[in-house]
């Protein structure tokens, strides 16, 4: 692991496992649509290596690149549907939840898509990303060149 500070994986391996086993238990989303959800968190927390790491994972589920070109401008573009953009706003709400406070109104468009399962797995990766880029932001874990 490439960092500019310490390593905390090294530092404390135990929790870190234990905040990665939680993924595990989040079934109910796809892994296209999970990697999308991740990267436009880390887009938002400007984490270059989960930006990274979560492109690669979308490319490599079949998510297409212009998709990805856009998904910093999701809201512009004709490319994601109504039960993506109502996972995206939820994602951007509880990832600014300071400000937000998680708005009815948006909670209420996710729910006119998604199961209880899926609102809860949902927002479990949003709340888990969130945790990965302010780890990997506060240590300025950065990603590694590709040939």
């Known amino acids: 692991m490439k960092t500019g500070r310490l390593n905390y994986v090294e530092t404390n391996a135990a929790a870190i496992t234990a905040l990665a086993a939680v993924k595990k238990h989040v079934t109910s989303i796809d892994k296209k649509f999970q990697a999308l959800i991740e990267l436009r968190i880390s887009q938002i927390n400007g984490c270059a290596y989960c930006v990274d790491l979560h492109t690669r994972q979308a490319r490599a589920a ?29 994602a951007e709400a509880v990832t600014h939840v300071s400000e937000t406070n998680a708005p009815d109104a948006l909670y209420d468009a996710l729910a006119a898509h998604f199961s209880e399962a899926e609102i809860v797995d949902l927002t479990l990766i949003i709340s ?20």
Do not use: I, K, Y
Request: include cysteine; proline fraction near 6%.
């Open 62 to 90: 079949g998510e297409t690149q212009q998709r990805l070109d856009c998904l910093v401008v999701w809201e512009e573009c004709p490319f994601f549907d109504s039960r993506e953009r109502a996972a995206l706003a939820w």
């Open 128 to 147: 888990l990303m969130n945790a990965w880029n302010r780890l990997a932001v506060s240590f300025r874990h950065l990603p590694e060149p590709r040939g």
